[in-house]
């Protein structure tokens, strides 16, 4: 008879990973390659390296390495707080009287609240051993900011962190969570730029988007002296650091195993998910496993479901090199979501190129629903969750009300993202039912894809 399985599957210390997986050593067909903007050729080091540290621009550009060891002073920082938790939501599962098992790993037990430290950690180390003195950064709903923050405390570095300005208002904590550990915070769009100062003559009352931090923290990176810009999503080396939570996932479910038949995750810019499914989609590329892959973003900023697969830029001041990617052009600005983390127009050229191959499935949810799901999952399960992982959440329980409907006993195994406690403006919104759904209409997204840049290989 099969071993009951615990509410939480443990790994030891000693399973934290000591390698990051890179998905795409196992790529039959490669993403395309990211683009300088001015020659319109494939970006080397040397186009990045005046963004970027060093050794997360060698593994940008690494498409065959399958597995870069986790240099132990890395490893010193995870066993801080890894491995994160696997839990099997017997509760939700007995509250949604589905027969299919539900798993969640859970990446909101640092204090950061979100698996971001994850690409933090490592990014902040690379800047200590390349020499920098200092960091900037965006973040937008906050966690990324954090996650920075706690980082640079650790390894000893000094940091600037552009906000999302509405983010900055409807979050005081997150902003006084990050000052105190020693960062300096700018709301966003601001003054002490050139593209923040552009974004304020052009619209005085924006709210700001994650496009434009960017273009204010890498302005900010390169006018200063040993200085560089860390993005905590988007890029590949976040998704590759982000791989350990697949791994631990996949070491935890294979001690039972456990094959999961569905993997969910909430998609902003891509790194959570890309890092969850990682380990298991590199088995169903190579043929081993037939498993299901959904991403699951907001309505209010639809990349996947409702973007255009082209070359464009990471930021609104154009500025960074470009990527091919689902995108809803870099000029678009979500509405206000509570959901901040999911606010970004483009998806990481990995997932993107995966998706476009019909190997991931993706699908967008309005916010009453997602908190419609948070309120259920936190009631069963205990857990206070973000309203970005509560995407994931929703999409969870409605394929679990499938297996309901069919008698099908599927796995299914979602990211948990992170904790909701800096959120509860959002919760107290859906408390007095106050808050709204926004869908973006077709002209609105045609505004965006008017920013996509105007080259041959968009055509
Ligand atoms: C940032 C964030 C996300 C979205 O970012 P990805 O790069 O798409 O993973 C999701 N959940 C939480 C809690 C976040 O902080």
Same mark, same amino acid.
């Given at each position: 008879m099969a071993q009951k399985i615990p509410t939480r599957l443990y790994l030891s210390e000693d399973e934290i990973p000591k390698f990051w997986y890179n998905l795409r050593a196992d790529m039959t067909e490669k993403p395309d390659p990211i683009l300088h903007p001015g020659t319109l050729k494939p970006a080397t080091a040397a186009d990045l390296e005046p963004v970027f540290c060093k050794e997360p621009v060698k593994q940008e550009l690494d498409d065959a390495t399958r597995l870069i060891p986790i240099p132990e002073g890395i490893q010193e920082f995870y066993r801080a707080y890894r491995p994160a938790p696997l839990i099997r939501a017997y509760f939700l599962e007995k509250a949604l009287e589905t027969p299919a098992e539900i798993y969640y790993k859970f990446e909101g037990t640092n204090?950061?609240? &979100?698996?971001?430290?994850?690409?933090? =950690?490592? /990014?902040?180390?690379? %800047?200590?051993?390349?020499?920098?003195? &200092?960091?900037?950064?965006?973040?937008? =709903?906050? /966690?990324?900011?954090? %996650?920075?923050?706690?980082a640079c405390a650790f390894y000893g570095l000094k940091l600037t962190v552009y906000m999302v300005k509405v983010s900055s208002e409807q979050k005081p904590y997150r902003k006084a969570l990050i000052e105190t550990y020693g960062a300096e915070l700018i709301p966003s769009p601001s003054n002490t730029t050139e593209s923040g100062k552009k974004i304020l003559e052009k619209d005085p009352n924006t709210g700001g988007s994650l496009g434009c931090a960017i273009s204010e923290a890498v302005e900010r990176a390169v006018k200063s002296d040993k200085c560089r810009y860390v993005l905590g999503s988007v890029l590949n080396h976040v998704l590759l650091h982000q791989s350990v939570i697949g791994q631990e996932a996949k070491a935890a479910l294979d001690k039972y195993g456990v094959k999961p038949d569905i993997i969910i995750g909430c998609a902003g810019g891509g790194s959570n998910l890309g890092g969850l499914i990682a380990p298991f989609i590199g088995e169903k590329i190579t043929g081993k496993s037939n498993t299901r892959f959904i991403a699951v973003e907001p309505a209010s900023c639809p990349s996947f479901t409702r973007g255009r697969y082209a070359y464009d830029f990471g930021d609104?001041?154009?500025?960074?090199?470009?990527?091919?990617?689902?995108?809803?052009?870099?000029?678009?600005?979500?509405?206000?979501?509570?959901?901040?983390?999911?606010?970004?127009?483009?998806?990481?050229?990995?997932?993107?190129?995966?998706?476009?191959d019909g190997c991931l499935e993706a699908r967008s949810e309005v916010q009453t629903g997602v908190f419609d799901a948070a309120v259920r999952f936190m009631k069963a399960e205990g857990i206070l969750p973000?309203?970005?992982?509560?995407?994931?959440?929703?999409?969870?329980?409605?394929?679990?009300?499938?297996?309901?409907?069919t008698g099908e006993k599927k796995v299914i195994l979602f990211g948990l993202t992170g904790t909701g406690y800096f959120d509860l403006t959002a919760y107290m919104a859906y408390n007095t039912k106050t808050m709204t759904d926004h869908i973006p209409t077709d002209a609105e997204l045609e505004q965006g894809f008017a920013s996509l840049p105007d080259i041959p290989q968009n055509k």
């Open positions: 204090t950061s609240g &979100s698996h971001k430290l994850n690409s933090a =950690a490592a /990014q902040a180390f690379y %800047a200590r051993e390349e020499g920098l003195s &200092s960091l900037t950064t965006e973040t937008g =709903a906050g /966690q990324w900011g954090t %996650a920075m923050a706690m609104t001041a154009k500025t960074t090199p470009l990527m091919r990617m689902y995108t809803l052009g870099n000029g678009f600005i979500p509405s206000a979501n509570h959901a901040g983390g999911l606010r970004y127009h483009g998806m990481n050229s990995v997932l993107s190129k995966l998706y476009k973000a309203p970005e992982s509560s995407h994931a959440i929703k999409a969870a329980m409605d394929e679990a009300l499938e297996c309901k409907r």
